[in-house]
Every structure is written in C-alpha cells, then in structure tokens.
C-alpha cells in the first residue's frame, strides 16, 4: 500500500478510526532531512502493508494539524494507536532504526 496523504478533511477517517496503527509524517518540500527520510517510509508502508499505515501530512499546506500535534521540527514522526499517540521521534531516522521504533 502507498503511502496516504493525510488532511484535516480526512483525519477522523484515515488516523482516529483506523483498525491498524498509523505511523503520521509531517514534512515539508523544503525540508532536507524530510526528503531523505521520505524512502525508508516508502519501504515501510509497502512491508508493513496492512499491518501499519503510513500518512503523510505536508505542515504547509496542513497548518492546523501541525499545530493540533505540537510540530516544532520536521521531520515529525508520530505512531498513533487507537487514534491516539503511541510514541513518536523528531529528526532523520535509518530505515532500521524506524523499524526497531515500530517495534
């Protein structure tokens, strides 16, 4: 499965009452280390397909959900559970030590 690019108009459906956990990435175009991140979430969402999935919120053009989470640095990493935050990382990540953070 892609990737699925999360808006406000879409969050309640995609995050909130998803069955499966969702590992969120807010990024930005601009952003250096979110473009180097960007394959190793590629690769993820297509191994861990139906098992996590994996959303993409542009803090540019998704003002108020970056606000609503706290986002302060970017790349912002979030894995919610249950519609609510499990854990989450600010920076660049290896694609391993995303995985050892999904587990």
């Known amino acids: 499965m892609a ?12 995050v909130v ?14 952003c250096g280390p979110c473009n180097m991140i960007a394959p190793a979430l590629e690769e993820i969402a297509q191994e861990y397909e139906g098992k996590i999935k994996v959303g993409k919120v542009n803090v540019d053009e998704e003002g108020l959900l970056a606000a609503q989470f706290g986002v302060t640095g970017i790349p912002y990493v979030v894995l919610m559970k249950d519609g609510k935050i499990a854990d989450s990382f600010v920076g660049y990540r290896s694609r391993e030590e995303i995985q050892a953070f999904l587990k």
């Open 3 to 14: 990737e699925i690019k999360i808006t406000a108009a879409n969050f309640q459906e995609e």
């Open 17 to 30: 009452n998803s069955e499966i956990p969702v590992l969120l990435d807010f990024w930005a175009t601009w």
